[in-house]
């Protein structure tokens, strides 16, 4: 059966007819499949307590419309009829709507809806409407949101790991943002322990100037140049400022605790301008000294001996996190003493939930995947309240970067691994952010700096920027011509965008602000750049094959409004990315 293209009109609220459409064709798709679902309730073909989640995707192939619906064939069962009867009657029972030029089925009982080309242009001007703000929501409300990412050991100059981990990280935060919720961004400085000790007698080497290949060389010691420059900074009797301290060094080569206290400063500094050359800032950075200092390592120990979640075994103090899912209990405290490094994790944890975020994400390294369970366990052995499941977690998997088709893997700076400057210093911020966060966190990923620093099509921070850059060439050459966007013009010639690509785009552009939901909603960023290659592609593929600079004012003008549509979700999605969007490549 073929609904044809008469329609009636909804009343609005004043009570006349109005034809209004929905921002979003796919919920004005559903609303309308929801009216005929509560129709045929009511005529006693469906049970009164169906309510299903209705899915409307764009169709795979144009000859079968824009959007389809599997409605009819969820149904089908409880309406006790075949899935093309059910959706015979649920397209007789759709409600008119200028949005919609037509419906069929398809196969066992498809519904597709073919959209009204004025209708479905109308997004253009959504979107010119809106500007920045198209695709922005407020589902969020203003819940507070917590995101701990990167969190480096202030030991060495931030890694291509690290990299990985602030790109992630940053634009989860932008995309969480962007649907209304309030977001902090915290560092977490892993700044005592054997890993600082470290660090404190290798700068007390390289004062003394004992080399890295010296055989008294310290056994766990950290190699990089870096080391001499901290050493040389701290004989100089330099004065660094990280964060919440500055430190002025003692120039003391035999005063430990000063070398690790300039150290640390030394390298926290040092991070902080690598995040901000990568666009990354953050509003808490939290010591895990300040743990113990403040008591509330020690105070978890004493409320989880006291829950009864604890023994004693061969002198060491344990935790039965396997009655908290774990595959077996932890130790806290080591026989030789000191707690092992969950516990601090534990406490750093009840202090986030403390200061009232419910909820909380933690982007880090797969490497971390097995402190999950035993995190989660120690939280739930506290009787706080707090979630079984809390807190929530990103893990990405580790990158290689590549050179001409081979590894690299050494920076002479840091001494063993690829550090984030040298990929910022070789292809710049905007492609090493786009990179790093373009696949899916659970994958591994290799970084080609060959790619990423080629101008085609092949790379895709450029294809995406380029797209952008398109279209700011075609308005300025439109207004060389003396041709001035006409709004007016434009929203009257809607209808002459009947070409597939044209169409296509629409489409695409249309489907913007349910992608930005989707994104945040799986903590999944790269969901955008995929949407930006998509964009990009078919935008490409529309202007090579469909002229803009036309005579014909009411097509040109149409046209312009499409390409200005691109321009602006182009720039929307590249900044939620942390990357630009040039005017002119």
Known sequence: MLRGAQFKTWPNASGQSSTTIDASMKETITLLLNTALEALKAEGALPVGTQPDIRVDAARDRAHGDYASNLAMMLAKPAGMKPRDLAERLIAALPASSAIASVEIAGPGFINFFVNTSAAGEVL???LDAGDEFGRNRDGAGQKVQV????ANPTGPLHVGHGRGAAVGDSLCRLLEANGFEVTREFYYNDAGAQIDNLALSVAARIKGIEPNDPAWPADGYRGEYIQDVARAYMQGDTVTADDRQVTASANPDDMDAIRAFAV??????????LKAFGVGFDVFFLESNLYESGKVDATVKRLIEGGHTYESDGALWLKTTDFGDDKDRVMRKREGGYTYFLPDVAYHLDKWQRGFTTVINEQGADHHSTVTR???????????????WPDYVLHQMVMVTRSGQEVKLSKRAGSYVTLRDLIDEVGRDATRYFLVSRAATSQMTFDIDLARSQSSDNPVYYAQYAHARVCSVEAKAADNGWAFDETLARASLHLLEDARERDLINRLGSWPETVRRAADQREPQQIALYLQELASEFHTCYNAVKVMVDDADLRNARLALGMAVRQVMRNGLDLLGVSAPREM
Do not use: M, N, Y
């Open 125 to 127: 001007f959504d979107i």
């Open 265 to 274: 400063a030394w390298l926290r500094h040092e991070q902080d301008l690598d």
């Open 148 to 151: 701990e990412f990167v969190s």
């Open 375 to 389: 995190v989660r366990a120690g939280l739930q052995a506290l009787d706080t309240g707090i979630p079984k499941g």
